[in-house]
Structure formats: structure tokens, C-alpha cells
């Protein structure tokens, strides 16, 4: 079963949340490969308990 962890980012003064593979903990600098900056880097301010990548909801109200 494929884990996601909800991640809160950082990177100057733009903030992001989004889903992410398990292996980031809080003080790690990622980039996001698939994003429209890929070269831009953020650091990890949070992470979330991990969750079933299935169970995720792509919807702002879950309507999907």
C-alpha cells in the first residue's frame, strides 16, 4: 500500500501544502519535481501522520 504525508513548505516568503512520499521529516529542503518552478526549493515546516495514497481527495470538499 503507497503512503502519503501532507507537508507544509516553505521557500522566501511563498508558503505551500501538498502530499508527498514519507521520507521528508521537518528541517529537509525538497524541490518539487512536477511543479511549475522544479528548480525552486522549500523547506519543510511540518509533516503529517502518514495516510493510504487512496484515500486521498482531490476535491476542496471532498467531491470525488
Do not use: F, H
Not at 516568503?13 to 512520499?21: A, F, G, L, P, S
Not at 528541517?27 to 509533516?47: A, H
Amino acid at each position: 500500500m503507497t503512503m502519503k504525508v501532507q507537508v507544509d513548505l516553505r521557500s522566501d516568503n511563498r508558503y505551500r501544502t501538498c502530499w508527498v512520499e514519507p521520507l521528508i521529516k521537518v528541517g529537509d529542503q525538497i524541490t518539487l519535481k512536477n511543479s511549475t518552478e522544479p528548480q525552486r526549493r522549500w523547506d519543510v515546516l511540518r509533516v503529517s501522520a502518514p495516510v493510504p495514497a487512496g484515500s486521498l481527495y482531490r476535491g476542496w470538499n471532498n467531491n470525488y
